[in-house]
Structure formats: structure tokens, C-alpha cells
């Protein structure tokens, strides 16, 4: 069973902040995701990762970075909020091995740009 | 461009009642398909993770099946329970694309009154 964490879980800021939200995982997974959603509809993949330093943007086009320096973090960034960035945002791993592997989520951030 | 599309958005029954889930996705290129059970407020945890080589999976009162040819998958639940209530997410994982990505459905709404 993998361990993922994710912090702040709420998160209410002021327009022009710069943000990181922490994704954390213990179970050494090489893959890991960052998805958006916004309320009533689909998650939508932002940014992924196959391991250290390789990073790599999803479908849905974003305006957050991200980061993997070491295998069990992947935070991501905004560098100035904006409202259009309120959202939930959920964060993913799963193991590098194998095409079928399930993947395992965090409780997510509700970040909340006034 | 896949679609995924769940019937019912929402759905009440009460408690004991046998249901079924609909998901629905229009590109068979797949290879697997996986439901999820997200409670408010939280991430997603994984139920069923069905191989496009395999026709279903169950795990306890849950069964998930695969038609890719007709591009559908249920997820039957029996003898409902009042903590089987949360949202219910099917999302089907393509070749080619972002790696590792999914493609997540709506969602469905399920209420189970005591």
C-alpha cells in the first residue's frame, strides 16, 4: 500500500502569491503525477514525472512548474496565484515497473485564490 | 481524443439494494482500466484495475467489468452499504499519450439511505 502525502491540505492566499504544494510518497515509486480538478468535473493531468529529474507537462496546459529533485518528493509551483488557479489539486504515484500498475493518490490540496 | 462518460452523475438507493455504474470511453486502444471510490474532501483510492486482456475483477461485494470492443465497463456492487456513499471515478489509461496518463470520466454520485 503506498503512502502519499500532500500539504497543505486548504490553502487560502492572496492574488500575486508565489505557492509550492508538497506531494511526498514513501513507497519509492519512480512515476509520479500531479492532476487538477475542478468541482463536478474530471481530473485532468497536469505534470508528471518517470523519476529524478525528469519532468514532464500533462494534457491540460498549466501554469505551475514542478520539480524532482529526489524520488519521493514532486512539489509544484505557482509563481504568482492568480483566481483562475482555484482548484484541488491531487497528487500521484505509482511504481515504474510494469504498464498496468494502479496508481495511488493523495487527499489533494484545495488552494483557494481570492 | 478519448472521451470517458459515466452514467448516472448521481444515483440513491437504499441500503442492501444491488447497483450497477456505467463507464463509457470512445477509443478501445487501452491498456487497462481502473475505478475509483473518492470520499468528499479527499483523493482517490483505488478499487478495480481491469487489464484490456481481461473481461472483469472483484474484490469483495465490488465487480468491474470489460467490453473494450463496445468501449464499456460496469462496476456492480451488491448488497449496497450506507459507507459505500461517495463518488465513484472510471478512468482508462491509453497507448501512446503522456505516460502513465489517465483519463478520468465525471464521475458518479452514489447515495446509500440507511
Known amino acids: 500500500e503506498a503512502d502519499i502525502y500532500q500539504t497543505p491540505r486548504y490553502l487560502v492566499i492572496g492574488t500575486g502569491k508565489k505557492i509550492t504544494l508538497e506531494c511526498s510518497q514513501t513507497?519509492?515509486?519512480?512515476?509520479m503525477y500531479w492532476y487538477q480538478q475542478d468541482p463536478g468535473m474530471e481530473l485532468h493531468l497536469i505534470h508528471y514525472s518517470y523519476g529524478v529529474n525528469s519532468t514532464e507537462k500533462g494534457d491540460l496546459s498549466s501554469e505551475s512548474t514542478v520539480s524532482r529533485i529526489r524520488t519521493e518528493h514532486f512539489p509544484l509551483t505557482l509563481e504568482s496565484a492568480r483566481p483562475s488557479h482555484t482548484s484541488q489539486y491531487l497528487c500521484?504515484?505509482?511504481?515504474?515497473?510494469?504498464?498496468?500498475?494502479?496508481?495511488?493518490f493523495g487527499d489533494g490540496t484545495r488552494l483557494s485564490i481570492l | 481524443k478519448q472521451e470517458v462518460t459515466q452514467i448516472p452523475a448521481a444515483l440513491s438507493v437504499p441500503e442492501g439494494e444491488n447497483l450497477v455504474l456505467n463507464c463509457s470511453f470512445t477509443?478501445?486502444?487501452?491498456?487497462?482500466l481502473q475505478w475509483f471510490r473518492q470520499d468528499p474532501g479527499k483523493g482517490l483510492t483505488s478499487l478495480l484495475l481491469i487489464q484490456s486482456s481481461q473481461r472483469e475483477q472483484t474484490s469483495g461485494r465490488l465487480n468491474a467489468s470489460l467490453d473494450k470492443s463496445s468501449g464499456r465497463s460496469t462496476l456492480y456492487i451488491a448488497a449496497s452499504q450506507p459507507g459505500d456513499s461517495a463518488t465513484y471515478l472510471c478512468?482508462?489509461?491509453?497507448?501512446?499519450?503522456?505516460?502513465?496518463?489517465?483519463?478520468f470520466g465525471k464521475g458518479t454520485k452514489l447515495s446509500v439511505k440507511p
Open positions: 477509443d478501445s486502444a487501452i491498456y487497462n
Open positions: 513507497m519509492g515509486h519512480d512515476k
Open positions: 500521484a504515484s505509482s511504481p515504474g515497473t510494469g504498464e498496468n500498475q494502479p496508481q495511488h
Open positions: 478512468a482508462v489509461r491509453n497507448y501512446g499519450g503522456s505516460q502513465g496518463n489517465l483519463i
